[in-house]
């Protein structure tokens, strides 16, 4: 039975290449008009599960349905995709690279050729329009790909590692040009393995790991469930106090460590140790934990990898 | 055919025909033809100047009046001069200080041999020596011919073989049309291999650059494979038009020309029936399709399954050893067009558009046999398409090793 309610549908799929299986039972939905984040560190099967979305894979097992449809009927027209590894026709202009696309798409020549100008110009790129690809930086490049997915205005965006190879200045733009889809109603999936990102953008989150969903929820409410769970403290003295049955991991940012507690364990407990093992504490505060140390609880320190937060060091890029 | 199909087609035949390389291969083919048909008229034109005014002191009395006409027709100026004693040396004299090239002596011996004196103030081309010998040999003949009461013209200009087949078996070896099969099925050789190669490393571009994934997110992976060949195919059509018009034209135009500014390379006309018609052209053009149908199949399924550009070349060199039989059969099959060998060969849709051009232009073949050999063809272009689409589909995402037969034989049965 075929859902209209949701964009994006993937029941128990699953995808094997020879003995490597890169995406295992994979349940996993996206409503319409949301904004929705599949993260995992690399390798755990996000490009997988985006190539099937796209119909360019077919699982093995189980069923994927876009926008209440087989994949190969409707990806044509209504999905913009952005794979991670993106191309160019290098010795194309940038309008004729974007209205080939925009045609390929079923959009008419002369309208696809009036959006490329539009988008190429709302993008700072209207003195590029009628040179060669090649000729532009990567950057712009980039940017032009963007303009690639989004030319015959779908309904649905799919953008696989969307930000990255972009400088902070221009992930601020793409990051804009994303809410400014969603508030126009576009359903919009996109994969990333830096998680403030996600956490900043997305509306709903699917977490995998080893080609396996960890979570699947809406983040504010994921957050509240989780609450909790994260004690940032900063304090002077030796750091006995924090080894204790409450804690799962710690990490530091910022010269603040953050402490992931485990399910259930009582806070107070720590603060009490702390008081009374003579420590100076300047502050014990419950936060609402960040999606990185969600992740973390669910998945395990080590399935984490290197899913862009290295233990030690946050990357706040704003 | 479906939208897309179209605009992948106008992307590859544009980018294509406007890029430098097609520019100059397409006009530069026939500017070349032209420079080796204009060069050299132009020097015998030039030659030809410097050595206007001639002499001719006929002492046999018979000859200048045959020879004369030959000479003005050739741009020599020619006069007449009354046998002397002293004639040698007084226009000796005249040729050294006035403007005289230089004269002629004939006698009561020329008649006989053919024997003459040329004498001239600086040395003729070689041709024009040709063309002084052959104006008096032939000269000489037609006034013994005459006086034995021949038809001394019709003898002359070669005589009348007329050909009657007994059997249909014909061979042809050291006649033009030899050539036109032998290098026309070449030429075909090096068009469709030139253009399939294109298609091949096209695919693989558009593999390496990574490009692929966003098209066959948008259309479906046997339709880019056809838009790509079809475009690719009417680039090399464009090409060869645009060659054969230019030749027809030049050739045409050309070789009378020629003729007419040196009428000694009058036998250079003997070509022009030899060239194909407008029936062979469109054979011709006919074959190229069908062999480029089948072999840019074939190197779009390599494109498709190879990740760099040397092993694509590995991968293709099987079929380029393959294509060596018939090259190297064209000379045999011509000669011998109908033999049950050159029938087998020619039959054999991979080699037929080199091995029946071959057997059409000598004259070897029944219609029945084109009509079987285009049949066969266009069976092997439609499974070639189905199995290479089946290739192409699965291996144009993929990335690392190069499959082997039997994973090839899966990703066909799969796709």
Not at chain 2, 182 to 211: H, N, P, Q
Request: aromatic residues 8%.
């Amino acid at each position: 039975m075929i859902d209209t309610r949701y964009a994006i549908r993937l029941s128990d799929v699953t995808k094997r290449f020879g003995n490597h299986t890169a995406v295992s039972e994979l349940n996993f939905d996206v409503p319409r008009g949301a904004i929705c984040g599949l993260i995992g560190p690399n390798g755990s099967g996000k490009t997988t599960c985006l190539r099937m979305i796209m119909g360019i894979l077919h699982p093995d097992v189980g069923s994927v349905s876009l926008l209440g449809a087989t994949p190969d009927d409707v990806r044509r027209k209504r999905v913009g995709y952005l794979p991670e590894e993106r191309g160019v026709y290098r010795k194309m202009t940038c309008t004729e690279f974007l209205t080939f696309l925009a045609e390929i798409r079923g959009v008419s020549r002369t309208e696809g050729w009036k959006r490329s100008n539009d988008w190429l110009e709302r993008l700072g790129l209207g003195g590029w329009a009628d040179r060669r690809i090649e000729a532009l930086s990567k950057g712009m490049q980039q940017k032009v790909q963007f303009i690639g997915t989004v030319i015959h205005e779908p309904e649905l965006l799919i953008l696989d590692e969307p930000f990255s190879g972009l400088d902070p200045l221009n992930q601020d733009v793409l990051e804009e040009i994303i809410r400014d889809f969603h508030s126009k109603g576009t359903t919009i999936l996109l994969s990333t393995h830096l998680m403030d990102q996600a956490e900043r953008i997305c509306e709903r989150v699917c977490l995998i790991s080893n080609a396996r969903k960890v979570l699947d929820a809406d983040l504010k409410e994921l957050k509240a469930k989780e609450r909790t769970g994260v004690v940032v403290v900063r304090f002077e003295g030796s750091n006995q106090w924090l080894e204790g049955p409450e804690i799962d991991c710690i990490h530091e940012s910022n010269g603040e460590l953050h402490l992931i507690l485990k399910d259930g364990a009582d806070h107070q407990s720590i603060l009490k140790r702390g008081l009374e093992s003579g420590v100076k504490i300047y502050r014990f505060d419950l936060v609402e934990p960040r999606l990185h140390e969600i992740f973390v609880r669910h998945a395990g320190t080590e399935s984490v990898g290197d899913a862009g937060m290295p233990k030690n060091v946050t990357l706040e890029l704003q | 055919m479906s939208v897309n199909v179209w605009a992948v087609i106008r992307r590859e035949y544009l980018q294509r025909v406007r890029s430098k390389w097609f520019v100059i291969s397409t006009l530069g083919g026939p500017l070349l033809i032209l420079l080796l048909m204009v060069v050299p008229a132009y020097f015998l034109v030039r030659g030809g100047q410097a050595e206007q005014k001639l002499a001719i002191v006929d002492g046999s009395n018979v000859l200048y009046e045959r020879i004369a006409p030959y000479l003005v027709n050739e741009g020599l100026e020619v006069e007449e001069e009354r046998w002397y004693p002293d004639v040698v040396t007084s226009l000796r004299k005249e040729a050294t200080e006035g403007d005289l090239w230089g004269f002629i002596v004939l006698d009561e011996l020329t008649l006989d041999t053919g024997e003459a004196i040329v004498y001239v103030t600086t040395r003729p081309s070689p041709i024009r020596q040709l063309t002084l010998q052959s104006a008096i040999t032939r000269a000489v003949m037609e006034y013994q011919l005459e006086r034995l009461g021949v038809d001394a013209e019709a003898l002359l200009s070669g005589g009348d073989l007329s050909l009657e087949l007994l059997s249909e078996e014909r061979t042809s070896t050291e006649e033009p049309q030899f050539w036109v099969a032998y290098l026309g099925a070449f030429f075909l050789y090096m068009v469709i291999l030139f253009y399939a190669d294109s298609v091949m490393r096209a695919t693989l571009e558009e593999k390496t650059s990574r490009i692929v994934e966003v098209i066959i997110s948008s259309m479906e992976p046997w339709h880019l494979m056809l838009g790509k060949i079809l475009g690719v195919g009417a680039v090399g059509l464009t090409q060869l038009l645009v060659w054969i018009v230019s030749g027809f034209l030049i050739v045409a135009g050309g070789i009378p020309l020629l003729v007419s500014l040196s009428p000694g390379l009058i036998p250079v006309e003997t070509l022009l029936p030899a060239l194909p018609g407008i029936g062979m052209v469109t054979l011709f053009v006919c074959l190229f399709i069908f062999g480029f149908f089948m072999y840019s199949g074939l190197h779009a399924a390599v494109g498709a399954m190879c990740n760099t550009d040397q092993e694509a070349q590995q991968v293709r060199l099987p079929m380029v050893m393959l294509l060596v039989i018939p090259i190297a059969m064209v000379s045999v099959v011509i000669v011998q067009p109908m033999t049950a060998m050159s029938t087998w060969f020619s039959l054999f849709p991979l080699f037929s558009p080199f091995l029946i051009w071959a057997r059409v232009v000598s004259g070897g073949i029944p219609a029945w046999q084109i009509g079987l050999s285009f049949l066969l063809m266009l069976f092997t272009v439609l499974a070639i398409a189905w199995i290479a689409g089946r290739i192409y589909k699965v291996g144009i995402l993929m990335a690392g090793k190069r499959p082997t037969l039997p994973e090839l034989w899966r990703w066909v049965k799969e796709a």
